[in-house]
C-alpha cells in the first residue's frame, strides 16, 4: 500500500468551482506511474461510489453524473492528481477519497470533506 494525501476540499456554492489535490509522498516516481488512480465519494448511509479514475495510460474514466461537469488529471512529475469540480451541485457533497491500484493491490487517502451549499 502507499501513501495518499488528499487537499482542497471545503464549502462551495452551487455552480461554483473546487479543485482536489492528492499526493504519494512517500511514493517514488517510478512506482506512482505504475497507477491508476481515482477519486471516490461516500455520503453517510450509501456505499463509496466511483467518481473517476485515470490510468497509468492518462486515460480518463467518468462515472454519468459527473461527466461533462468534473475533470480528472495527473502530474506524474508531482506524483499528484487533481479532480476539477465545475457547477458542483448539492448531490455532489460527500467525502471524497484519493484511490491508488495496480496488480490486486488498493489504498487509499483518509478522505477530505466536499459541501456544496449557498
Known amino acids: 500500500q502507499i501513501q495518499l494525501v488528499e487537499s482542497g476540499g471545503g464549502l462551495v456554492q452551487p455552480g461554483g468551482s473546487m479543485r482536489l489535490s492528492c499526493t504519494a509522498p512517500?511514493?517514488?516516481?517510478?512506482?506512482?506511474?505504475?497507477?491508476?488512480m481515482g477519486w471516490y465519494r461516500q455520503v453517510p448511509g450509501k456505499e463509496r461510489e466511483l467518481v473517476a479514475d485515470?490510468?497509468?495510460?492518462?486515460?480518463?474514466n467518468y462515472a454519468d453524473s459527473v461527466r461533462g461537469r468534473f475533470t480528472i488529471s495527473r502530474d506524474n512529475s508531482r506524483k499528484t492528481i487533481y479532480l476539477r469540480m465545475n457547477d458542483p451541485k448539492y448531490e455532489d457533497t460527500a467525502v471524497y477519497y484519493c484511490?491508488?491500484?495496480?496488480?490486486?493491490?488498493?489504498?487509499w487517502g483518509k478522505g477530505t470533506l466536499v459541501t456544496v451549499s449557498s
Open positions: 484511490n491508488a491500484r495496480r496488480a490486486g493491490t488498493e489504498s
Open positions: 512517500r511514493t517514488i516516481f517510478s512506482e506512482f506511474v505504475t497507477y491508476t
Open positions: 485515470i490510468s497509468n495510460g492518462n486515460t480518463p
